[in-house]
């Protein structure tokens, strides 16, 4: 483990049983996560990307001892929390707080912003009683709220709104590390780039190491360092931000590029795009060899018979695949840029 990395994930593995029958027996397994291994130094944001299902979210949950891992090792700080009791997380628990994608559902409506915000900092003691106001108070400020909100009700305020005050909330803790899960997929695009900007704003001035899940990949390229691409429980590549959008190496990382549509109407109209055949296999039923060979347009018969592992495939960049190779795109779809209004 470096000195720097906050976060390490090392061989994940999450299984959920199935179980039928009047007896509940357990009768297989959904691998909804199969050997994920990353690092987060400190400071940095990582970006995790795939179709809805591929584990994302599992992984998140994991990494949050949500979800118990079922094999693997998740060290934040050096502490092995796969190892810890549910007493012996408590402290964790407030170091690592999560923004959710949903922030009607994530907040409790019969609370104000003020009363949300106060219970984490009441429960854990964070300040005296008397400063808890003034704390509140400065949570607003620093999420771009005017304080007059501490007495509005979550169905009182817009979705972008209320998405500050979920991020406020995982600030009262002071955090090292949070998780966004699809943290502005809920919200109109114009109000997505002002939350993103925030986000971005609130790292480099509180020096945050973001966990960020999510789907669209202009956002992930905006906010992150690095990007793992996943697919159906397993990371297909990573590399850095730029060098993964700029050159993809795997077939799946080109073809999740190759279906964002180009803003240029003459471009998109001229672009021939091949679209992936077939459906996502059952995680309960995974493929032999590589999981996405069935839907690969590349595929020989070694990718039929071996399941290959993460492999360097130039500086900075691993890929599971036995034909990875970084490749030139005309990328004008997807660009790293200040996301404005």
């Known amino acids: 483990m470096t000195a720097r990395a906050l976060l390490e994930v090392d061989g994940l593995h999450v299984r959920f049983p199935m179980r039928s029958g009047l007896m509940q027996r357990v009768t297989g397994a959904v691998h909804a996560v199969s050997g994920v291994d990353f690092t987060i130094p400190r400071g940095e944001a990582y970006g995790l990307v795939g179709e809805s299902g591929c584990g994302k979210t599992t992984v998140a949950r994991a990494v949050l001892q949500l979800v118990r891992p079922s094999a693997g090792t998740i060290r934040f700080d050096g502490a092995d929390l796969t190892a810890m009791s549910a007493r012996e997380l408590a402290p964790f628990r407030r170091r690592v707080q999560a923004i959710f994608q949903d922030p009607f559902s994530s907040l409790n409506p019969r609370m ?14 964070l300040v005296p009683q008397p400063e808890i106001a003034e704390r509140v ?16 009700y ?16 995982a600030l009262a803790m002071e955090p090292d590390l949070i998780v966004c899960d699809e943290a502005v997929s ?23 190491t973001y966990l960020f899940i999510g789907h669209d990949l202009s956002v992930v390229r905006h906010l992150c360092d ?5 697919y159906l429980g397993r990371i297909m590549e990573r590399a850095e931000s730029e060098p993964l959008f700029a050159t993809p190496a795997h077939p799946y990382t080109r073809a999740l590029l190759d279906a964002v549509p180009d803003p240029d109407p003459e471009h998109e109209a001229g672009r021939e795009v ?27 018969d070694r990718c039929r018979q071996e399941e290959p592992a993460l492999a360097s495939v130039g500086s900075r960049r691993e890929a599971a695949c036995w034909l990875a190779e970084p490749k030139p795109r005309r990328d004008t779809s997807i660009k790293k840029q200040e996301v404005s209004l």
């Not at 690095?226 to 996943?230: D, G, I, L, T």
């Open 137 to 152: 108070g400065h949570l607003l400020d620093l999420c771009g709220l005017p304080r007059r909100f501490v007495e509005l």
């Open 186 to 208: 809920a919200l109109d695009v114009s109000v997505q780039a002002q939350i993103i900007n925030l986000l971005a704003d609130l790292r480099r001035e509180l020096g945050l």
């Open 274 to 300: 091949e679209p992936l055949q077939g459906e996502v296999p059952s995680p309960s039923a995974p493929p032999p060899g590589c999981v996405f060979h069935p839907r690969c347009p590349v595929a020989i």
């Open 226 to 230: 690095q990007v793992a691409v996943m």
């Open 112 to 125: 104000t912003a003020g009363d949300i915000l106060a219970e984490p900092i009441r429960v854990h003691r």
């Open 154 to 169: 979550p169905h009182e305020m817009s979705g972008g709104q209320r998405q500050r005050v979920g991020i406020a909330r």
